[in-house]
């Protein structure tokens, strides 16, 4: 097996969720943070980058609404934004 470009890719992109997630659980950050959902965002992104090459349909599906969830998150963090002001 060769290690990719794409393969440092998608570890990268699981080495940001799974931060984000310590991060969440040792009370550094919070699940309504920008930070949490963009890391979330960028790994599952990075991710779906590596599966575009080494397909897998589970982890594609797993990533993909994991994504749409990530930027769902970011959306709400804006539209909240934009209303205080």
Avoid: C, H, P
Wanted: proline share 0%; charged share 5%; net charge positive.
């Amino acid at each position: 097996m060769t290690y990719t470009w794409y393969d440092f890719l998608g570890n990268i992109g699981v080495i940001l969720i799974l931060l984000s997630y310590l991060l969440l659980q040792i009370n550094k950050i919070k699940s309504q943070s920008m930070y949490y959902s963009l890391m979330n965002a960028i790994g599952a992104f990075f991710i779906l980058v590596s599966l575009y090459y080494n397909f897998n349909l589970s982890a594609f599906i797993m990533e993909f609404f994991w994504l749409l969830i990530s930027l769902y998150g970011l959306w709400q963090l804006r539209s909240v934004k934009t209303q205080a002001t």
